[in-house]
């Protein structure tokens, strides 16, 4: 079976790849079916957006659609910024501004547990849909720690390594990956399905 990976961002592609390797699949970029989509996000939930993305995706392409949304949820927030992680601070804001925020928002607050959060939905072309879901737990900083990563990273910190996100080699990180998890959950589901079987 193809399918089409329904993003541009190479790093979500491998991991793509790598998860589902071992199936009957081929992992296919936008580049290589010629479709280019611009996806108004307008959910209220990461699974929503996941789907509006694949579903459309699905549609350009004639093909079985890949998408995922993911962020930050924040207990002592409400599960804020959430499906608004990417514009917590207002459109076209860093990932500086964001973080900033988030810090400020949380200023004197004792609760700091968070998590990353991702859905994953496969849209097929007659209109099955199939979900799955990954979180990794840390708590909110104080303040920034590390150069690396992106995103929320430098204010996360991951109790199982003692560092921020921002302080974890790629490797690291993504042994810990939200995605990952939520992909890993995916093929479980569509081998249990009968959607994809082992090479």
Not at 7 to 17: A, C, D, F, L, V
Not at 61 to 85: K, N, Q, W, Y
Not at 87 to 96: K, L, M, P, T, V
């Amino acid at each position: 079976m193809n399918i089409l990976a329904a993003t541009t961002n190479p790093g979500k592609i491998r991991e793509i790849t790598e998860i589902l390797a071992g199936l009957e699949v081929a992992i296919l970029t936008p580049k290589e079916t010629n479709v280019v989509l611009d996806v108004e996000e307008d959910g209220s939930s990461f699974a929503e957006n996941a789907a509006i993305k694949a579903r459309a995706w699905c549609a350009a392409s004639g093909l079985p659609a890949l998408a995922d949304d993911s962020g930050l949820c924040v207990d002592a927030l409400g599960g804020r910024p959430g499906v608004r992680s990417a514009r917590f601070a207002g459109q076209g804001a860093s990932d500086e501004d964001n973080y900033l925020l988030l810090l400020e928002s949380m200023s004197g607050e004792k609760d700091r547990r968070a998590r990353f959060v991702c859905a994953v939905a496969l849209a097929f072309p007659g209109g099955d849909i199939v979900f799955a879901e990954g979180s990794y737990e840390g708590r909110i900083l104080e303040e920034p720690v590390g150069e690396g990563g992106f995103g929320y990273d430098p204010v996360f910190f991951d109790p199982a390594s003692g560092k921020s996100f921002a302080q974890l080699t790629p490797q690291e990180k993504n042994e810990r990956s939200h995605r990952k998890k939520a992909l890993v959950e995916l093929k479980r589901k569509l081998l249990q399905s009968g959607y994809l079987t082992q090479a």
